[in-house]
């Protein structure tokens, strides 16, 4: 990757190669750039308004380039000229406390015979989703911290949708609190994460519930783009980040077979990483 910051805009002044992160360009021959180039084909790199990767964030994916940093239509964002303190090009790594939500009798979401089997399978979701982040180029990865197992029937099938909060022990500071669960009792629900999130955790459903005919289980393929699309919604995507695509990852409903076939754009990862750096609910979850 070749990244040259300059001084000023339109590529002018000092100039210096970015070849790694810079917690702070204080000092730096192009302290606070006014331009970038960026040379190499689809790579992504990561501009902060603070040091140590914090403030208002600038995503922007090769190759381009910005003539200046604070205009929108020379490829920059309002407000970026000249103020940028540090630069990430390496993904931040998200920690997930996982729960599993079980019944009084033990049994595990349907078609999950075992613990290992769930762990085996969450740790599959979790490769994809990063998968995902990756061939996006979105700076992004997940790390399972942890896999709990949780008796308590009133949240294995979730009739109160959007009155549900977790219990406090189920949650950890500074990790995203990702839960699975068996089921919502509302029709065709499969996921749970309230938008912009504050502070709320994620809940995705083994069973598609109907009111007609069996129930469905979700492949892991499709848990997969459920769980992703809903940490989206924690990052602070809206639905209507999607254009109506319906292979974007935001679209209202699960339109694909598995997160490979998903879209995701430069404009949904600038918000997911703005939301995280710039955020007091979200920026703790980011290492």
Known sequence: MT???FEKDKFEGKS????????????APADKPGSLKMTDDDEAVLLFKNDDWHGGALYIRGPKNVADLGKDSDGGRFGFGNSIRSIRLTPFQVDLNVTIVRNQDAK??????????ARID??????????????KRALLKLVVARVTLRTNDNFYAISKLEQMTLPGEWTAKGELDVVFTNR????????RAFFPCWGESVVVAKVVNSKT???ETLSVDEMAAV???????HFGLSH????????????????????AESLLTPDQIREMQDRLANNLARKGERN
């Open 108 to 117: 595990l979401p349907t078609g999950w015979a075992n613990e290992r089997a």
């Open 227 to 233: 769980m992703t699309h809903e940490i989206g919604h």
């Open 122 to 135: 969450i740790d599959e979701m979790v490769r994809q989703a990063n998968e995902f982040y990756a061939d």
């Open 184 to 191: 919502f009792t509302k029709e065709g629900t499969i996921g």
């Open 3 to 5: 990244i040259t910051i």
């Open 16 to 27: 210096q190669n970015i070849s790694g992160n810079v917690r702070d360009l204080k000092g």
């Open 240 to 259: 209507g980040t999607g254009n109506d695509n319906p292979k974007n990852l935001m679209f209202p409903s699960l339109s694909v077979a598995s997160l």
């Open 213 to 215: 005919g069996a129930d």
